[in-house]
């Protein structure tokens, strides 16, 4: 019930712009990033997003391909490509880093997979980016699946790379 909950509000908060809205401190942006977050997505990044966001919660697993016994990673990339648009990728994140088309970071569209070195060798994470420097991934042994920034220190020392798998609408 409470992973319900969490992903209904997550979703509400994108829906209604929660993620990138300006705030008072703020400069007024472009019109384009006023719109309402889910306003920017095509059908199929909203499908891959809110199916997404209904694992945040679930706890990582090294290896894990199901909500029920946990996540890894690339088991919970895969399962919100598979059960939102049928769309079934590798099973681990080196292999993910080799299908779709190569994408630059200062063009990242939301649905787009990234991919971080986080165990001393490239492409050895990735997660699905939101938009607004934001991304969807299961970290590590002892976390659940989660929303975080790419703008960290963390996430910007090892980032790798991006790539499109979802066609535009």
């Known amino acids: 019930m409470h992973k319900v909950l969490v992903s209904l509000l997550l979703a509400s908060s994108l829906l209604l712009g929660g993620i990138g809205a300006p705030s008072a401190a703020e400069p007024v942006r472009k019109q384009e990033d006023l719109q309402p977050f889910f306003e920017r997505y095509t059908n199929a990044a909203q499908d891959v997003i809110l199916q997404a966001l ?41 292999e993910m880093s080799q299908v779709g088309q190569q994408v630059e970071a200062s063009q990242l569209k939301p649905g787009d997979l990234v991919f971080f070195n986080t165990m001393r060798r490239t492409f050895s994470h990735v997660g699905i980016y939101l938009g607004d420097n934001h991304f969807l991934h299961a970290p590590r042994k002892g976390a659940e ?10 996430w910007m020392s090892r980032y790798n790379g991006a790539r499109r798998i979802l066609e535009s609408d």
């Open 145 to 154: 699946v989660r929303i975080e920034s790419m703008e960290s220190n963390y």
């Open 54 to 94: 209904k694992l945040v919660g679930v706890r990582y697993r090294w290896g894990g391909n199901d909500e029920d016994s946990g996540l890894d990673c690339s088991g919970f990339v895969r399962l919100a490509f598979k059960d939102s648009i049928g769309t079934s990728l590798p099973r681990t994140a080196r």
